[in-house]
T-cell receptor, first 112, second 111 residues
Framework: NAGVTQTPKFQVLKTGQSMTLQCAQD?????MYWYRQDPGMGLRLIYY???????DKGEVPNGYNVSRLNKREFSLRLESAAPSQTSVYFC???????????FGDGTRLSIL | QKEVEQDPGPLSVPEGAIVSLNCTYS??????FMWYRQYSRKGPELLMY????GNKEDGRFTAQVDKSSKYISLFIRDSQPSDSATYLC???????????FGKGTRLHILP
């Protein structure tokens, strides 16, 4: 049982390059989330999708776009990467409101 | 005042000790409270999930919620070196789709 799978696990980009982070879940969950985790800042919500076909901004959406491709997949795109976007990115999913979120193991992204 | 406050640590305790981890929060409307454990280079994994006030026990772990004081705690009994990790508290409003996380407390259990 894979749960939440994120690809790639590591990536190094140059400033201005674009990149799509992939996330897939096999738990038939309705909601999916993208977070970034930085030292001293905790987990901050970038975007979320409450159901297939819907997406909403979180706390720190600037510089990112998302696509809920189908119920299983939720991708995060950086159109023009900036050094401030160096972070660890986590995808999570949740089956129903008021249920806990399940996380992937993260994508470590460095932007030079 | 931040919505969720959590001491970042690190907290170092000897093996076998009882560990107490805490969070305070400002929004009295929070109804659902969670504790996640995060090992280095891994995603957070859910440890405990409680609704409203009271205690919940699962093996060596006990979660406690005091809504009157806006204070939640996680107790770890008979702590083991494998408990060394970062512990994140989290909470959400009733039927709201967003979960607010604390910044995490780094815990070291010394053999």
């Amino acid at each position: 049982n894979a749960g939440v799978t994120q690809t790639p696990k590591f990536q190094v980009l140059k400033t201005g390059q674009s990149m799509t982070l992939q996330c897939a879940q096999d738990m038939n969950h309705n909601s999916m989330y993208w977070y970034r985790q930085d030292p001293g800042m905790g987990l901050r919500l970038i975007y979320y999708s409450a159901s297939e076909g819907t997406t909403d901004k979180g706390e720190v959406p600037n510089g990112y776009n998302v696509s809920r491709l189908n119920k299983r997949e939720f991708s995060l795109r950086l159109e023009s990467a900036a050094p401030s976007q160096t972070s660890v990115y986590f995808c999570a999913s949740r089956g129903h409101l008021n249920q806990p979120q399940h996380f992937g193991d993260g994508t470590r992204l460095s932007i030079l | 005042q931040k919505e969720v406050e959590q001491d970042p640590g690190p907290l170092s305790v000897p093996e076998g000790a009882i560990v107490s981890l805490n969070c305070t929060y400002s929004n009295s409307a929070f109804q659902y409270f969670m504790w996640y454990r995060q090992y280095s280079r891994k995603g957070p994994e859910l440890l405990m999930y409680t609704y409203s006030s009271g205690n919940k026990e699962d093996g060596r772990f006990t979660a406690q919620v005091d809504k009157s004081s806006k204070y939640i705690s996680l107790f770890i009994r008979d702590s083991q070196p494998s408990d060394s990790a970062t512990y994140l508290c989290a909470m959400s409003l009733n039927r709201d789709d967003k979960i607010i996380f604390g910044k995490g407390t780094r815990l070291h259990i010394l053999p």
